[in-house]
């Protein structure tokens, strides 16, 4: 089993900037890919960004030049970086891996975007 743990959500104005952290513990062997999702109320949950093992990486078109993802290999961890924040941003974000082909997910974490 492989547990993820967030943090780094919070309240945060139009225009400002947060950093996600999500680590990972447990029976890692590989790891073939990690990122984040989100949910808006009312909404489908949405893939955000994802990092995969050669370090190539995928955004959704919505954060493109606003977020940057990112991982400290040492730590099992990955980052997910939010600038330019927008109201539209307002998501609980959940991080994601897979792990031996198997995938997992956060509890999540919340973010809001208000001023």
């Known amino acids: 089993q492989v547990q993820l743990v967030e943090s780094g959500g919070g309240l945060v104005q139009p225009g400002g900037s947060l950093r996600l952290s999500c680590a990972a513990s447990g029976r890692i062997f590989s790891i073939n890919r990690m990122g984040w999702y989100r949910q808006a109320p009312g909404k489908q949950r949405e893939p955000v960004a994802t990092i995969f093992s050669g370090g190539n990486t995928n955004y959704a078109d919505s954060v493109k030049g606003r977020f940057t993802i990112s991982r400290d290999n040492a730590k099992n961890t990955v980052y997910l970086q939010m600038n330019s924040l927008k109201p539209e941003d307002t998501a609980v974000y959940y991080c994601?891996?897979?792990?031996?082909?198997?995938?997992?997910w956060g509890q999540g974490t919340q973010v809001t975007v208000s001023s």
């Open positions: 994601n891996g897979q792990f031996s082909w198997r995938d997992y």
